[in-house]
T-cell receptor
Framework: SQTIHQWPATLVQPVGSPLSLECTVEGTSNPNLYWYRQAAGRGLQLLFYSVGIGQISSEVPQNLSASRPQDRQFILSSKKLLLSDSGFYLCAWHRTGEIYGKLFFGSGTQLSVL | AQSVAQPEDQVNVAEGNPLTVKCTYS??????LFWYVQYPNRGLQFLLKYITGDNLVKGSYGFEAEFNKSQTSFHLKKPSALVSDSALYFCAVRTYGSSNTGKLIFGQGTTLQVKP
């Protein structure tokens, strides 16, 4: 069966510090991968998605970047965090080719930038 | 532009009563609609989806949703609410023509509070 791992679960970082959040998927190959951000426990904003190794699409301009160094690994990064980067970050995956399929979400990372 | 609206920030219902969480959408082309549930500090869990066919879709945990094309709605329903149904519910629409990327546009979410 497929599983998605996301860590850390919580993170408190000072303004200006770097960020690295990691997400890995097991039990499938060549998944489509996504990073979402949820602010204040409400709506989700799609940040990045990837359809393959090294292929990253950005949905909104921001202080963050994403990378996919391996097939089932997706990393969200920042060189210098801003207060506005605080939020709940969710990684998700989707089976390639399953056009009407559902997204599977990780358990999320609560990031607080102070 | 594609969009999803959940007009209620919160829905309160007594345990055992029927519940409805509302969702309306705006898309060009055929809509592919989803409902997800989120428990505190957790990721989202898939409940059900509408792609085509029967307008009444049944999903997990006794939930169902009715697709209404003329009203552009996809309301989530359950005949008898449980306290454990209390959570944050998201409606989402998959944009037509975005190949197989699975990009979903989410509503702002509706908090369901079921009281004993």
């Amino acid at each position: 069966s497929q599983t998605i791992h996301q860590w850390p679960a919580t993170l408190v970082q000072p303004v200006g510090s770097p960020l690295s959040l990691e997400c890995t998927v097991e039990g499938t190959s060549n998944p489509n991968l996504y990073w979402y951000r949820q602010a204040a426990g409400r709506g989700l904003q799609l940040l990045f998605y990837s359809v393959g190794i090294g292929q990253i699409s950005s949905e909104v301009p921001q202080n963050l970047s994403a990378s996919r160094p391996q097939d089932r690994q997706f990393i969200l990064s920042s060189k210098k965090l801003l207060l506005s980067d605080s939020g709940f970050y969710l990684c998700a995956w989707h089976r390639t080719g399953e056009i009407y399929g559902k997204l599977f979400f990780g358990s999320g990372t609560q990031l607080s930038v102070l | 532009a594609q969009s999803v609206a959940q007009p209620e920030d919160q829905v309160n219902v007594a345990e055992g009563n029927p519940l409805t969480v509302k969702c309306t959408y705006s898309v060009s082309g055929n809509p592919y609609l989803f409902w997800y549930v989120q428990y505190p500090n957790r990721g989202l869990q898939f409940l059900l989806k509408y792609i085509t066919g029967d307008n009444l879709v049944k999903g997990s945990y006794g939930f169902e949703a009715e697709f209404n094309k003329s009203q552009t709605s996809f309301h989530l329903k359950k005949p008898s609410a449980l306290v454990s149904d209390s959570a944050l519910y998201f409606c989402a629409v998959r944009t037509y023509g975005s190949s197989n990327t699975g990009k979903l546009i989410f509503g702002q979410g509706t908090t369901l509070q079921v009281k004993p």
